[in-house]
C-alpha cells in the first residue's frame, strides 16, 4: 500500500473527519505486484479485456441483479482467527 494506516487516519482527521474508537475506515483495494495478487474485478478482468469464468458464465464486469457477498477474517492472538462481519449487496438498475 501507499500510504501506512496512521497516515490515512492522519489525512482523515486533519481534514475535519471526527473518529471515535472502534470506528472502521478502508483503505481501498489491497492488490499485490503480480497477475495472481489482484484485488478487485476490475483488476481481475484487466479493465473488462480479459473475462473470467463466474458461475459457469464468462463475465467482464458485475451486472444488474448480481449479488455479492464478502466475507473477511483477521489473525486473532495467540494464533485464532477473528472472523468479520459479512456484507452482502445486489446491483440495482441505474434509475
Known amino acids: 500500500m501507499y500510504w501506512t494506516p496512521a497516515q490515512q487516519l ?7 473527519a471526527s473518529l471515535r ?3 472502521l475506515y478502508a483503505s481501498g483495494t489491497v492488490s499485490g505486484p503480480r497477475r495472481d495478487q ?4 476490475l483488476e481481475l478482468t484487466w479493465g473488462g479485456a480479459e473475462p473470467v469464468a463466474v ?10 441483479g448480481d449479488t455479492v457477498t464478502v466475507t473477511a ?3 486473532g492472538p495467540d494464533g485464532t482467527t477473528v472472523a468479520l462481519g459479512e456484507v452482502t449487496g445486489t446491483i440495482l438498475p441505474a434509475r
Open 55 to 64: 458461475g459457469g458464465t464468462t463475465r467482464t464486469f458485475l451486472a444488474d
Open 10 to 16: 492522519a489525512h482523515l482527521t486533519i481534514n475535519g
Open 21 to 23: 474508537t472502534g470506528d
Open 38 to 41: 489482484v484485488g478487485s474485478f
Open 73 to 75: 477474517t483477521a489473525p
